[in-house]
């Protein structure tokens, strides 16, 4: 560290701080960018580059306590033993943060490769260490910037393998978990209506744009232009809502 | 006084020489006073109307004396004097007259009267007039001095004033409604009188005005009450008239405007809702084109033409409207347009000066209401025109045909689904030509000109196709009896005829299976055969569905010639072999799928021609029936057609072809927007769906180009843009 000039500290700690990491990493990061910067930061988020120093050893340990029997993966058994350790309900929105920082492509299981990404970019050696974290990752889940990713990410996440859209229940079961920490308060009209007059698998736009039209519009959804670009679906959503007002 | 006088008969030549008088010459004493009096007494005979002691140039002479002598202003004001006290006498007199009709006769004979006494005044003292009055700037002229007085005499009593002014506007009242009696002469110079005394405007035009407002506004109201709206119209017409004329006859030029104004408000403006609101369903529906003619006239002069427009366009909606939506009477629907734009035309032109600003929101309304009902109207458009080109269609020659499509194409230009038009035409023409039902190719050929002309050859380019193949397959076949390569592979007796149709141009037909009979199998190979060989590389697919045939049957009352469907032909081939046979036999020897197979068995054995006998005889083809040879079967003509049920269009072909088309639809959707978005990379929501507006040729909901924008984004060929929304961008 001594190693540094004043202006390559400077920029090890900016790193940091953007990055998440601890300075050894940053710096050699950095080193290997010629100290510049932005192409330090704009290749490590372009490569998904563990941030981390944490020893592959140390991590190779934890996973062994979760990995199932029979082949090389966490798998449903495993994630719940390690949500009791964390001592999280497996229901809980939090594990969906979890999920995000491990990049994990599928709901109910973990690739040894994601269980790695997931401590290293939280920075953390231990199941303890994650656990003290929690705290700051519930945080999370109140940004509303941080929260448009976890809600995006849970689309992907929440897909069956090969599947472009959302099966509903699941969609309706993930809106209801999410929405239940951000509090739409149209949440569960929403979900009646695509129960009943849907039935369909949601696509992705719909889902990505279900978001911001909920955080755009009021509970009485007034000033809302159906001609806008709004996915169908809200635009049905919308006149199904006020139909339902005008009859109560 | 001197004289001179010059020449003479005697002697030399006096000289005269003209004194000075020694006395100056003087008037007399009392020469003012007795020349006053002199006309004093002339003026006093005037306005008593009695003979003038003197003659007028004696009296001329005189006032020009005493203005000579400078006594000018002494008699204008004693001629003043005398006038006053005449003017007071007179309609002093008439106020005592109480009723109105006979004080305005009366004074206007007094008016009269005293204008000629005026005259004769004035002629007395022309000179006064002409010197000493004109030199005076205040001073009236003598004629306009005695108006004057005349008007003082007037004004000085409200209470003659009001009677002369309410008595004739009373008048005019009674004139109006309908007395006949009324003096019009009277009425004329009294209102002259007021002109010329300056007391129209201030006097009698309110009170005038005031009264015509009221009297027509009772009447309109009550004649809208008593009389229909057209005999209300007759009636304005006729009142407007009337006033003009009368206007014109006695009374000022400046009352013209104001007062037809008040009658124009009074008995249309006012009323002109109600009047639009039954009167126009009602000339229309009976085309009453003189009442039409009036209304517009009426209309026009009161410059409320909008209103007419807009009665125009709601009832092309509301008619129209009714024919497009009414589901019973589909057969009928597009004769009624056809009528009702005819109808619509004639009006236009014989009523409605075939106004410009008409055409525009006429259209509006026949494409508002004919697109009321989707994709119906365009089939039956289709229909229509298939029932007139299909051969057997009664009546008309080339011309009236020829009309009647340049008829049906005005209702066509109206539509906005044109592709369903297609579709539906294709699949009638396709008909027509396969199964030679054509009343003449010239017709139809002409037909699809006018389509070309329409909407361009982009549209007629597959039906122009579809009669290629036909003249092409002509040729294919004259080729292929003529091959002896050919003809010696043919057996006698059997004759076939093949149109080759390109994929695309045609319809597309659900190919439906069955077992042929080995004879038409052969022959079927060897057209495929010599075909492939002239046009290597192609494929021919038979297309069982369309195959017409005729079939000679041998019936124990005589021979005849049967013209039936392929189908029908395979079943009844059949029966070369057995007299009876089961549906379950029917079937495995056809190979005919189910519901085919029903629909001939049910054409030829419960149809009109019926060569087949069902039993038992149930209105319905069951699995377990029998159909048994009619032997006896008896018919007055040789040759018989069987094939209907190939001519009619069954419901399921119908659904498949809407279906298609709007499957088509969805194609060109997506084609559409993917076009746009190749060639703007970026492109904000509502500026994408203008743009596909403007190139879509039929109509489609904007949530249906929602879904359709959705679906490409989940297809991966575009994508929201990070920042905003609502701006997509092309992903290539």
């Known amino acids: 560290m001594n190693r540094l000039n004043k202006g390559q500290r400077e920029k ?95 709901m109910g299981e973990f690739t040894k490769e994601e269980f790695f990404r997931g401590f290293q970019r939280l920075n953390c050696d231990s199941v303890k260490a994650l656990k003290k974290k929690l705290p700051a990752l519930r945080k999370e889940l109140k940004d509303s910037h941080k929260f448009k990713d976890t809600y995006e990410y849970a689309f992907s996440f929440s897909r069956e393998k090969g599947q472009k859209s959302l099966v509903l229940d699941t969609a309706i079961g993930m809106w209801k978990l999410l929405f239940g920490i951000y509090s739409w308060p149209l949440c569960d009209q929403w979900c009646e209506f695509v129960e009943v007059n849907h039935k369909k698998a949601i696509t992705k736009d719909t889902w990505f744009q279900l978001l911001p039209f909920a955080k755009q519009f009021p509970a009485d959804l007034s000033g809302y232009d159906e001609n806008g670009a709004w996915p169908y679906l809200i635009d049905e959503f919308v006149e199904w809502h006020e139909e339902k007002n005008m009859k109560e | 006084m001197a004289a001179s006088r010059s020449g003479g008969a005697v002697g030399p030549a006096k000289k005269l020489k003209i004194k000075p008088l020694k006395i100056k010459p003087k008037l007399p004493a009392n020469f003012v006073e007795e ?11 005037v306005f008593s109307e009695e003979n003038v002691a003197y003659s007028f140039e004696d009296l001329y002479r005189a006032a020009e004396d005493l203005c000579l002598h400078k006594k000018a202003e002494f008699v204008y004001e004693n001629l003043v004097h005398e006038c006053e006290s005449q003017v007071t006498t007179v309609l002093g007199k008439l106020t005592q007259q109480k009723q109105s009709t006979t004080f305005l006769s009366e004074l206007e004979k007094e008016w009269q009267t005293h204008c000629n006494q005026l005259l004769t005044i004035r002629s007395i003292f022309l000179y006064l007039d002409r010197t000493f009055v004109l030199q005076n700037s205040q001073l009236k002229s003598i004629f306009d001095m005695g108006l004057q007085l005349f008007r003082k005499q007037i004004e000085s009593s409200p209470a003659t004033e009001r009677t002369l002014s309410s008595g004739l506007v009373e008048m005019v009242t009674q004139e109006r409604m309908g007395d006949q009696s009324v003096d019009r002469k009277v009425l004329k110079s009294l209102v002259k009188m007021l002109l010329l005394l300056g007391l129209y405007s201030n006097h009698f035009e309110d009170e005038f005005l005031q009264e015509t407002q009221r009297f027509y506004q009772k009447e309109g109201v009550d004649m809208m009450k008593e009389l229909n709206v057209l005999d209300y119209l007759v009636h304005c017409e006729k009142r407007l008239t009337e006033e003009e004329e009368n206007c014109k006859e006695y009374l000022d030029s400046f009352t013209f405007s104001p007062l037809m104004k008040i009658v124009e408000d009074c008995l249309i403006t006012k009323h002109l809702h109600e009047i639009l609101d039954k009167g126009f369903t009602l000339c229309m529906d009976q085309l009453k084109i003189a009442d039409l003619r009036r209304l517009y006239t009426l209309c026009d002069r009161v410059g409320s033409l909008d209103l007419v427009k807009e009665s125009l366009c709601n009832y092309v909606k509301q008619r129209a409207g009714e024919y497009v939506t009414d589901d019973k009477n589909n057969s009928q629907m597009v004769q009624n347009l056809i009528n009702l734009k005819a109808n619509i035309d004639k009006a236009l032109q014989e009523c409605f000066d075939n106004k410009e600003s008409f055409h525009g929101s006429l259209k509006e309304a026949f494409e508002y209401s004919i697109n009321l009902r989707q994709n119906r109207p365009a089939e039956l458009v289709a229909k229509y025109i ?253 040759r018989l057609r069987i094939n209907n049920i190939q001519m009619k269009e069954s419901q399921e072909e119908n659904q498949n072809t809407t279906e298609r088309v709007f499957q088509d639809r969805q194609y060109q959707v997506d084609a559409a927007i993917v076009r746009i978005m190749k060639s703007r990379k970026t492109l904000s929501h509502t500026l994408l769906i203008s743009e596909l507006y403007s190139q879509l040729r039929f109509p489609m909901k904007p949530s249906d180009l929602k879904k359709r924008i959705e679906s490409l984004i989940d297809r991966e060929y575009l994508e929201r843009d990070d920042e905003n929304a609502q701006i997509y961008n092309y992903l290539a």
């Open chain 1, 12 to 106: 090890v700690r900016h790193f940091q701080a953007i990055t998440d990491c601890n300075e050894s990493f940053a710096a050699q990061i950095l080193r290997s960018n010629n100290w510049n910067l932005e192409a330090a930061i704009e290749y490590v988020f372009a490569e998904g580059v563990e941030i981390s120093s944490i020893k592959p050893s140390v991590l190779e340990k934890i996973y062994k306590v979760y990995k199932d029997k029979d082949e090389d993966l966490i798998m449903a058994e495993g994630i719940g033993q390690f949500c009791e350790d964390l001592g999280v309900d497996p229901s809980d929105p939090i594990t969906l943060v979890i999920s995000r920082y491990m990049g994990a492509d599928v």
């Open chain 2, 35 to 45: 020349t006053w009096s002199k006309l004093q007494k002339a003026i006093q005979a």
């Open chain 2, 386 to 638: 298939d029932s007139k080109l299909r051969s057997g269609n009664k009546g008309g020659g080339d011309e009236e045909l020829e009309n009647t499509l340049d008829e049906v194409l005005v209702i066509f230009r109206y539509i906005s689904g044109k592709d369903v038009f297609e579709a539906f035409y294709k699949k009638d023409l396709a008909k027509r030509l396969l199964l030679g039902k054509s009343s003449s190719i010239d017709a139809e050929k002409s037909t699809i000109g006018k389509f070309k002309t329409e909407c361009g050859s982009q549209f007629t380019n597959k039906l122009e196709g579809m009669f290629k193949d036909i003249d092409i397959s002509r040729d294919i076949m004259t080729g292929f009896k003529n091959s002896a390569q050919v003809q010696s592979k043919l057996k006698h007796g059997l004759e076939l005829y093949v149109n080759v149709l390109t994929t695309g141009y045609w319809p597309t037909y659900p190919p439906v299976e069955a077992n042929l009979p080995s004879e038409l199998r052969d022959y079927q190979d060897i057209f495929k055969k010599y075909y492939l060989s002239k046009h290597s590389g192609r494929r021919l697919v038979w297309q069982n569905s369309l195959g017409l045939c005729v079939v000679k049957c041998k019936f124990n009352k005589g021979t005849k010639e049967l013209v039936v469907s392929l189908f029908q032909t395979v079943v009844l081939m059949l029966y070369n072999d057995e007299d009876k046979l089961t549906y379950d036999d029917i079937e495995k020897a056809t190979g005919i799928e189910a519901k085919e197979l029903k629909r001939t068995l049910q054409s030829l054995s419960l149809g009109k021609v019926r060569v087949l006998l069902k039993e038992p005889k149930t209105k319905e083809v069951n699995r377990a029936d029998t159909f048994t040879f009619h032997k006896d079967f008896k018919a007055p003509l040789y």
